[in-house]
């Protein structure tokens, strides 16, 4: 069974026992067979998990104004158990559609010019593509980046785009990012420890969006 610091203990731990919470490398679910065991058919939330080198790429990147792993680092919400080695880095939720449809989305997307240009390309995409090669085009160093990742999920056992599914799992979201710190949450993070280098994370996807479209027009 599977603990993390940051669970709300007496939920989570009745979801672990009934085996609503799985755990895999991201790199696993890049074989189809792998994510159709995935439900199809549940709303989730999620955790994106990563060992402390990778998070120090991240945060030091040379696409950032500055570094900012070492003021970071010991804000973050470290596993125990079998993530005793890894740091939660983002939450996520899929309310309008599948577990299996959202992981797919970020972890097997195809960087086209188009998706890139209409901001279709997975919000934790374009992040690890920003601070990773500091261009949204680079969907092969962003694929290597996150197979070494570790995705945490919850299926929620309520119908897809139901106002149940919907307010338990964003009530979910909003418990866990006042709680806790996930670096790469941009939209509705309003931990202060994290002001300047979100506003930095920012620009620098700002610039790696303008980089990939370079003569595009």
């Known amino acids: 069974m599977l603990y993390t610091e940051f669970n709300m203990e007496d939920a989570l731990a009745v979801r672990y026992e009934e085996g609503f919470a799985k755990i895999t490398e991201a790199k696993t679910l890049r074989d189809k067979k792998q994510l159709l065991c995935v439900p ?10 990563a060992k402390e080198d990778d998070i120090k790429i991240l945060l030091n990147s040379k696409y950032l104004s500055k570094e900012y792993f070492n003021s970071l680092i010991g804000y973050l919400s470290k596993g125990i158990g079998d993530l005793k080695n890894y740091y939660c880095i983002y939450t996520g939720i899929a309310v309008k559609g599948s577990i299996q449809a959202r992981l797919c989305w970020h972890i097997c997307q195809t960087h086209t010019q188009s998706v890139v240009k209409n901001g279709f390309l997975s919000t934790f995409r374009q992040t690890i593509s920003s601070l990773v090669s500091g261009d949204q085009m680079d969907e092969k160093n962003t694929n290597l980046f996150i197979d070494k990742l570790i995705v945490e999920y919850y299926s929620e056992n309520n119908l897809i785009k139901s106002e149940e599914a919907k307010n338990a799992i964003r009530k979910i979201e909003k418990d866990l990012m006042e709680k806790n710190i996930t670096v790469l ?3 509705g ?9 979100l506003k930095d994370l920012k620009k620098a996807r700002q610039a790696a969006k303008e980089n990939a479209l370079k003569g595009v027009f």
């Open 40 to 49: 199809d058919n549940l709303p989730c939330w999620y955790y994106w998990w």
């Open 185 to 187: 949450n941009i939209q």
């Open 189 to 197: 993070n309003k931990r202060q420890e994290v002001k300047d280098f």
